[in-house]
C-alpha cells in the first residue's frame, strides 16, 4: 500500500462558467478515492498565457493528500476533465477544465504520460500565486521555495484574487 502523499493539483478553466467549472471540480477532487483535500487556494482570475486571443482563466490550486500512484491520481484526474467534457480544439487554446499533477510528493516523475514536477509550473504565475497561498514552505524537488518562486514574478496585472462570493 502506498503511503499517504502530499499532491498539489493546478485548475484552470476558460469556458462555459469558468467559476462554477473550477468550484465543482474543487469538490470532486475532494471525493477522489483514497484520497483526501486537505486544502484549496482562493480562486484567481488571470490573463491567458499563450494564445491572448481567448477569454480570461479561473485558477485555483488543491492540496491532496493521496494513496493513489502518480500514474493512478493521473488518471483520474483525466476521467474528472472529461466528465467536465473538457473541449480542447488546439493546443495553448480555450479549455472548460484543466487539472494538472503539479507536484507529487518530493518525486520527480519522468514519464511519456506525466512529468511531475509539471515542467511549467516554475513559470507560471497562475500556478505560483495560489500554490504560494495554499503551502508557502512547500519546495519542489530540487529545492526551490514555492514562495521565492512566487515573488519573482512580474504579474502585476495579469492575475488576480476574485472576492470570495460563495456564501
Ligand atoms: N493561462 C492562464 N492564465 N491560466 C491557465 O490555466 C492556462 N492554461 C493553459 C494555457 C493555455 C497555457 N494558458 C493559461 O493551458
Not at 482562493?42 to 494564445?51: D, E, F, I, Q, T
Amino acid at each position: 500500500m502506498i503511503p499517504q502523499v502530499d499532491a498539489f493539483i493546478g485548475l484552470g478553466s476558460n469556458l462555459d462558467d469558468p467559476l462554477d467549472q473550477v468550484r465543482r471540480a474543487l469538490g470532486e477532487l475532494a471525493a477522489l478515492p483514497l484520497t483526501t483535500r486537505v486544502g484549496a487556494s482562493r480562486l484567481y482570475a488571470s490573463r491567458p498565457v499563450g494564445p491572448a486571443d481567448q477569454p480570461d482563466f479561473i485558477n485555483a490550486v488543491a492540496h491532496l493528500r493521496t494513496r493513489l500512484s502518480p500514474l493512478a491520481l493521473l488518471d483520474q484526474l483525466q476521467a474528472l476533465e472529461q466528465r467536465h467534457r473538457r473541449i480542447r480544439q488546439r493546443r495553448w487554446g480555450p479549455r472548460t477544465l484543466d487539472l494538472d499533477l503539479l507536484l507529487y510528493g518530493e518525486e520527480r516523475v519522468e514519464l511519456p504520460r506525466l512529468r511531475v514536477p509539471h515542467p511549467e509550473m516554475a513559470k507560471r504565475a497562475f500556478v505560483l500565486l495560489p500554490l504560494a497561498e495554499l503551502a508557502p514552505e512547500w519546495r519542489l524537488p530540487d529545492g526551490r521555495s514555492v514562495t521565492e518562486l512566487a515573488a519573482g514574478m512580474n504579474a502585476t496585472g495579469a492575475i488576480e484574487v476574485l472576492p470570495d462570493t460563495s456564501n
